[in-house]
């Protein structure tokens, strides 16, 4: 997967925007099967499928977060690499040991 984040200074605003992409077709099996990983947006909080939630599933990421503050949103920058990161390879390790067919003869 690849992680892309946008940077602009707008109108003395520092907007981060996050955005992740190109899954591969494993990471997108696991995902199928155990969920999507749930990335914490902490400090911040942001509206998703209708409520207030401070932890995004790594899939919809694709908001812009705002700060006042250059060295707040490069900390945000560091740590949402960061949590992706250890996110994804928790999930790249997982595999199914549940799935399958089993037959008894009673």
Sequence with gaps: ?????????????????????SFTTD???KMSK????TIS?????TWHAGSLVNRL???ALGNTFQFDKEEKA????????????????ELRSKT?????N???EL
């Design 74 to 89: 490069d900390k945000f920058v560091s740590d949402m690499q960061a949590r992706v990161k250890a996110a994804m390879e």
């Design 1 to 21: 997967m690849k992680l892309k984040i946008e940077k602009k200074l707008e109108g003395g605003v520092y907007k981060v925007e996050v955005h992740a992409s």
């Design 96 to 100: 199914d040991k549940f799935t399958g």
């Design 102 to 104: 089993q037959e008894y």
């Design 41 to 45: 947006i902490l400090p911040l909080t």
């Design 34 to 37: 155990f969920g999507s990983p």
């Design 27 to 29: 990471e997108i099996q």
């Design 57 to 59: 599933p790594v899939h």
